[in-house]
């Protein structure tokens, strides 16, 4: 990905999506937070997209700041006034040095790896083909998925049911 | 297990577009249903009661005008009627005749924006305001003709009206009367098959006939209540026992059946106007009175059916050209009265059809 | 298709933009074209939809002038045809106040933000067969994740307000969105399942080829289209969140001035780009058997979009609200099982269709015959299975009596 | 200079690490929920990007990992807001600190 459109592309998308993360962990209202945090996913869809994932980048858009986000809001105003701060806890300072830990190792992984890099074009499109892998090759897994969805469905229902 | 949610507070009013005018409603919600409903009135009150104590009789007129403003000639009437009573005076059988079509032609006008202001309460986006307007406007029309006002008409004098009705009056009249059906049939195509209204109204609201007599409700809310009550029937006044109409009253008692009962009065308002304006005798209109009436002392109460409800003027006379004691029973205010026991448990939406079904007007509430 | 592809040729803008970025290509640096072509497709969708909204501003008060038995604006210019600049004047120049406890950052992005689904709807709209910003292969699948963005701007004004009509008017939008969304993309498979693409060009393309319209094949799924995306655009008579009579202006209470013509605009922009959906997937697009050779096909599109948006004033000016747990209700109760009934049949349809190797001409007029069939039969059976024939639900009229003192109250009338 | 798949990993753990502490530090339980959210997205990152870059160009098995992991996250995210009620109701309170009736 050489060319200056894909490069700025990344950089632009990738600072937004870091730095709304930030934002996430800075602000103090919750609210804000979840802004940010909408706004990172959308970051994560436009590097979606300069990966030529165009299926997967709208459906990250359907699905993260469509529909996660707003049930994110929805709990969010469903509990009370004093509740929506953002602050740590106690485990701030360890929470901290793991996290950072995490980070270093993942990153010095995936930089000292040889990853064995094809050479190779992005893809022309992918909607079929996932289709297409989603009912054959990866069949069972699509079902399960389904019987997930069903019964975290029945089970949000069940824990949430006044009676 | 329930959900534990802090109570709050919504301020429907005093600006909001729904309360016509300046009412406030402070409904306590627990999450979307109302617990309690608190009403706040007063910011129109003008004082007419007392102000009224410092003016002759015939002067007090116009401050009736502008108690319904919507409803000027049944204002009108009702208190004229009360000074009557106080002097014994009889009032010609041609002015006594007009003032029933007058007051006919105003419970049309009036009904017509009760209807329509209830189905913009619905969510209606003006159409059928727009509409019964179209017809409030003919009537309206007629009322300048005979005595140069649309609005405050001031028109019912003691002693009958303060004119006759010009030449050009009865076959305008006329056509309007022969009119007004098709017009009414038109409303009922709108509204009255509509499944949006009959859902939204349907069962909400209810006011149960004891709590609607117990309140002392009167008119289209009483009515509608299933209580066969019309003072026209009850206690006529001026010719209404010379003229056939029906009562319509509901059965469930809820907003679409005050709904239905305004409806259907306008037809049978049409009715007594067909019979009114073909009996409409010769002669003259009223009697003379003296400018400054010193009726003697004693007190009289005169109610007619105004289109809100039982409207009522309490006069004490002690001799002088003034009123004592000026009082008004006015029916939106005492037809407001139930309204907490009829919103609770419901939701806002709820309460705002509620109070629309109920058919204020602020300027008689606050006074 | 024949066209002569230059690009003096009015029939298809696209030509000359073509010619105009080709131009560019050979002339400038290898990005100069994809900017360019950014820009011009940016620009005409805004122009189009400003010129759009100042028209229909006009004339939809108009309309519902003649609905409502008044003239609607005539003062200002001829027939008052200048009435929307007048407004647009108006707002402009009045005083956008920010309420002293809001949120100022969330306050001021929310009506910038809120138009901005509205016009991204139309990058993938094709105007004609060349006129189309990014023919996305996705297309249906944007337009679907772009509705459903439209609830963030929407809650984020409702929320900073501070204010609890406007929060009401938020949560409401919110809620409303989440459930219709399920019924418009279940519609909206329909079309796929048949077109067997979720290209918009190819949707118009297949609805070319094969002579009809969606409409014939998934009257059902327009329908339920037709209501959800009535309610995604959030007017009369499905604007449960800006409920005048009830919670006073919804989310946008607290606006004024250019912020809340913001919002007034992202909501007939809104409108524009659920219209054109349905002119595209369901109406055939651009294409009107063979006429688009004669006439622009952009015009045939227009005249489309603009008569499904007439639809939404007529609407307006006739239909009462529902209440918002009826509203919920009624996607949940009525739309979604009817839409995931119109999903079964459909498929059912296409697999008969693909495996059977049968001939479109044969079978494409016995399934519109069927589908209309069931649709009918489906909302009848439905509305029966609500209870919609229960006593209370029917119309009635006031009881009338001579005689007074009785209490009629519980009988039945 | 181009960019490469490590630019890409480097976001991806950038984002993880962002989301471990917020998951681990915050108080409130939506909070938390929001931290796993963006480790999720992280993972997403990743996948996305060796597919286009490691895998053959006909195998979109990265892709259908996304979609499985989105899927899995919208469950997710039902049910622990589901969860965060609950304990809100029982407990008039989503602050992790004070929900401590599971000792050790």
Not at chain 2, 217 to 245: C, E, N, Q
Not at chain 3, 307 to 313: A, D, E, R, V, Y
Not at chain 4, 43 to 58: D, G, Y
Request: include cysteine.
């Amino acid at each position: 990905m050489e060319d200056v459109g894909s490069i700025v592309a990344f950089w632009v998308l990738s600072v937004v999506t870091v730095g709304a993360a930030l934002m996430v962990v800075a602000v103090r209202n919750l609210i804000h937070a979840v802004l940010f945090l909408i706004l990172s996913f959308i970051g994560v869809a436009g590097l979606y997209i300069t990966l030529s994932a165009d299926f997967v980048a709208i459906t990250q858009i359907l699905i993260y700041a469509g529909a996660i986000s707003v049930l994110i809001l929805f709990a969010v105003m469903l509990t009370p006034r004093a509740a929506r701060d953002n602050a740590e806890t106690f485990l701030q300072l360890p929470g901290l040095v793991l996290a950072a830990l995490v980070g270093v190792t993942v990153g010095a992984i995936a930089l000292v790896t040889d990853w064995n890099e094809a050479t190779r074009g992005p893809f022309s499109e992918t909607a079929a083909a996932i289709g297409e892998a989603l009912l054959d090759k990866y069949v069972l897994p699509f079902e399960i998925a389904s019987v997930i969805l069903l019964a975290a469905m029945v089970g949000a229902i069940v824990l949430v049911r006044e009676d | 297990m329930t959900m534990k949610s802090e109570p709050f507070v919504v301020n429907v009013g005093p600006q909001h577009p729904s309360t016509h005018g300046v009412f406030r409603l402070r409904l306590t919600m627990d999450g979307e249903r109302i617990v309690d409903a608190e009403m706040v009135m007063g910011y129109l009150h003008r004082s007419v009661e007392k102000l009224a104590e410092g003016r002759t009789y015939t002067q007090n007129i116009p401050f009736t005008d502008r108690l319904d403003y919507l409803s000027a000639m049944s204002n009108n009437l009702a208190y004229c009627m009360a000074v009557e009573k106080l002097m014994g005076i009889e009032v010609p059988e041609r002015g006594e005749f007009l003032r029933v079509i007058m007051a006919e032609f105003q419970r049309i006008a009036n009904h017509a924006m009760a209807i329509g202001s209830f189905a913009m309460e619905c969510g209606v986006w003006f159409t059928p305001l727009m509409w019964m307007f179209r017809d409030r406007e003919k009537i309206l029309d007629l009322f300048e003709m005979t005595c140069g006002a649309r609005l405050t008409t001031n028109y019912v004098r003691i002693g009958g009206v303060s004119f006759d009705i010009p030449p050009e009056f009865m076959p305008a009249a006329t056509a309007l009367v022969k009119e007004l059906p098709e017009r009414i049939a038109e409303y009922e195509s709108l509204l009255l098959e509509n499944e949006i209204i009959l859902v939204r109204s349907r069962d909400v609201g209810v006011l149960p006939p004891e709590l609607a007599i117990a309140a002392s409700t009167s008119g289209p809310v009483l009515r509608g209540s299933g209580v066969m009550w019309d003072i026209r029937k009850a206690d006529p006044y001026a010719v209404y026992d010379r003229l056939d109409f029906d009562i319509p009253v509901g059965t469930r008692g809820d907003c679409y059946d005050r709904f239905l009962v305004r409806l259907e009065e306008l037809r049978q308002s049409v009715r007594i106007l067909e019979q009114a304006l073909d009996m409409l005798p010769d002669g003259v209109a009223s009697v003379e009175v003296p400018l400054a009436l010193r009726p003697p002392a004693g007190e009289a109460y005169a109610r007619i059916e105004a289109p809100k409800g039982e409207l009522g003027f309490y006069l004490v006379s002690d001799g002088s050209p003034h009123p004592q004691r000026f009082h008004i029973r006015s029916p939106s205010f005492i037809n407001l009265t139930p309204l907490r026991d009829m919103v609770v448990g419901l939701t806002i939406p709820d309460a705002v059809v509620t109070l629309g079904s109920i058919d204020i007007v602020l300027g008689e509430v606050d006074r | 298709m024949i066209f002569l592809a230059e690009w003096w040729d009015v029939r298809d803008l696209g030509n000359a933009v073509g010619e105009l970025l080709e131009w560019l290509g050979d002339h400038g640096p290898d990005w100069l074209p994809y900017t360019a072509s950014a820009l011009v497709g940016a620009i005409t969708i805004v122009v189009f939809l400003l010129v759009s909204l100042l028209v229909f501003a006009w004339l939809e008060r108009r309309l519902i002038g003649r609905i409502q038995a008044r003239r609607g604006p005539n003062r200002v210019g001829p027939w008052g045809a200048f009435q929307s600049i007048a407004d647009a004047i108006k707002f402009v120049t009045k005083e956008a106040i920010t309420s002293a406890n809001a949120d100022r950052w969330v306050f001021w992005l929310a009506p910038i933000l809120v138009v901005v689904p509205a016009l991204v709807v139309f990058a993938v709209m094709p105007f004609n067969e060349g006129m189309i910003l990014a023919d996305l292969n996705v297309g249906v699948l944007f337009l679907v994740a772009v509705g459903s963005v439209t609830a963030i701007p929407i809650f984020m004004a409702g929320w900073s307000s501070n204010n609890k009509f406007s929060l009401m008017g938020a949560m409401r939008e919110v809620a409303m969105l989440i459930s219709y969304e399920i019924p418009l993309v279940l519609a909206l498979l329909g079309v796929v399942i048949f077109t067997n693409t979720m290209r918009m060009n190819g949707i118009v393309g297949w609805q070319d080829e094969h002579n009809t319209w969606l409409i014939f094949l998934q009257p059902l799924a327009v329908l339920i289209y037709f209501i959800a995306g009535a309610v995604e655009i959030n007017r009369t008579p499905t604007d449960i969140a800006e409920a005048e009579s009830e919670i006073v202006a919804g989310y946008h209470t607290e606006y004024s001035g250019v912020k809340f013509g913001m919002f007034w605009l992202a909501e007939y922009f809104a409108g524009f780009a659920i219209a054109a959906i349905i002119a595209t997937l369901y109406l055939g697009g651009w294409t009107l058997w063979g006429l688009e050779e004669w006439v622009p096909g952009w015009m045939i599109f227009l005249v489309k979009l603009y008569g499904l948006f007439w639809f939404f004033i007529w609407m307006r000016g006739t239909l009462p609200r529902l209440r918002i747990d009826q509203l919920m209700g009624f996607a949940w109760k009525a739309l979604l099982p009817l839409a995931l009934i119109n999903i079964f049949f459909a498929g059912l349809e296409v697999l008969l269709w693909q495996e059977n190797d049968l001939a479109a001409e044969a079978v494409l007029p016995g399934f519109a015959i069927a589908n209309l069939v069931l649709a009918v039969v489906l909302i009848v059976a439905w509305a029966q299975l609500l209870g919609r024939g229960r006593p209370q639900y029917r119309p009635t009229r006031a009881r009338l009596v001579k005689e007074l003192g009785a209490v009629v109250y519980g009988e039945e009338a | 200079m181009s960019v490469e798949l490590s630019h890409y990993l480097m976001v991806g753990a950038i984002l993880f690490s962002i989301g471990l502490y917020v998951a681990l530090a915050k108080r409130n339980a939506v909070g938390i929920l929001m931290g796993i959210e963006l480790m999720f997205n992280a993972v997403n990152l990743t996948l996305i990007a060796f597919s286009r870059f490691v895998s053959p160009p006909t195998d979109v098995s990265g892709h259908v990992f996304v979609v499985f992991v989105i899927t899995v996250a919208a469950a997710e995210a039902a049910l622990a807001l589901a969860l965060a009620m609950v304990i809100y109701r029982n407990r008039e309170t989503i602050d992790i600190d004070k929900i401590n009736l599971m000792r050790w």
